[in-house]
């Protein structure tokens, strides 16, 4: 009976929460529940940095890592709460089970991504392929399409990649396609024949992407090559620093430049 | 790495040197936090919010983190992946070498 009332609570009040109604609400419905589950998964980083940090500095463990203790050192990190990603990303597979087209593919993609988990990743990927392969929002998990290999398996990995292929009709997400194909066949252990067919797909992979930013990384190697050999003038770069402040490097023309792509992560 | 570069640019302050970071920590908040505990004074460009996938990283080709370059003081690569102590040998060179008018 409990349950009863339950499930028909949940019927009634989710299209109301989530603003089912017209197109347009329910696509700003999306944004809000991505950017909900965002803040609530840095929250949970946070936290977990934070204690994390509160614990080296505890009495305990630096006399575990005075002691070398090992075991010790894993036990306490054990205590720890770490971030529900499973958790978090079950939620937004749960919740784009209410939604249609690009805006499932939204909650979905936020699941693989985020979630880090196998099985939901699997089930994700299950999904696109049945029902999503025309939708642009796939951009969004094949941007990091390396996170298929490993749950999916490579042969798993290559039949979700060649079906975007074979039935997306937007450039840019068969542009990622044809680049993670590319990946596998590209490193340094590849045989001759393999690092030929990788740079066949890499350079389909380059046309398809067109302006996208993916270009430029498909390009990095080469410009690195061509442009960033020692004795060299280094390109400039022009961006903004942390606070938004605009700058280039060509402004340190007459100093000594130490230059380090770096980051706390 | 940050405590030596730390040290670098308080060694070299007085010095025609400046650290450039290219930074591709996502999140801004958890940089200034960071940034404060380390004392991380120089300046970085910023990746975006695309992290390590950022546009200047992905225009240089960066594959591993940290990568460096240093430059002499006319904007000349002259070194690539020096840490620690080859870093501060390489920037000592180099304001030698501008010293010396090369």
Request: net charge positive; glycine share 8%.
């Amino acid at each position: 009976m409990m349950r009863f009332i339950t499930t028909c609570t949940a019927a009634l009040l989710l299209p109301v929460l989530l603003g089912a109604q017209s197109g347009a609400k329910q696509q700003s419905a999306v944004a809000a529940l991505q950017a909900k589950l965002s803040a609530e998964l840095k929250n949970q980083n946070s936290a977990y940095r934070a204690a994390s940090t509160a614990l080296r500095k505890s009495e305990a463990y630096k006399q575990a890592v005075a002691d070398k203790d090992r075991r010790k050192m894993t036990e306490l990190r054990g205590t720890l709460t770490r971030p529900d990603t499973k958790g978090l990303a079950q939620k937004a597979v749960d919740a784009a089970g209410h939604f249609q087209g690009d805006d499932a593919v939204k909650l979905l993609s936020w699941a693989a991504v985020n979630g880090r988990d196998a099985d939901i990743t699997k089930a994700v990927a299950a999904e696109l392929q049945a029902k999503h392969m025309k939708s642009a929002a796939i951009v969004a998990l094949l941007e990091k399409g390396n996170l298929l290999a490993r749950p999916l398996g490579r042969d798993g990995s290559e039949a979700f990649l060649d079906k975007v292929i074979a039935e997306s009709p937007h450039d840019v997400a068969k542009a990622w396609a044809y680049y993670w194909k590319s990946r596998p066949l590209s490193g340094r252990g590849a045989s001759d024949d393999d690092k030929a067919k990788g740079a066949d797909l890499a350079a389909q992979a380059e046309k398809l992407a067109g302006n996208h930013w993916l270009g430029d990384k498909i390009r990095g190697p080469k410009f690195k090559e061509e442009m960033l050999q020692v004795g060299l003038v280094a390109p400039n770069i022009v961006g903004e620093d942390i606070d938004g402040v605009k700058f280039q490097l060509e402004d340190y023309r007459g100093k000594v430049v130490v230059l380090d792509f770096w980051g706390f992560w | 790495m940050i405590p030596h570069e730390r040290s670098l640019v308080e060694q070299m302050k007085d010095k025609p040197f400046a650290l450039i970071g290219v930074n591709s920590d996502k999140d801004k908040d958890y940089f200034h936090s960071r940034a404060k505990e380390m004392g991380v004074t120089w300046r970085s460009f910023w990746n975006g919010p695309r992290g390590t996938s950022g546009p200047i990283s992905s225009k240089w080709g960066v594959r591993g983190w940290p990568t460096i370059y240093v430059l002499d003081h006319k904007g000349v690569i002259r070194f690539t992946g020096t840490r620690g102590e080859k870093m501060t040998a390489a920037v000592e060179q180099l304001l030698g070498e501008m010293e010396d008018g090369k």
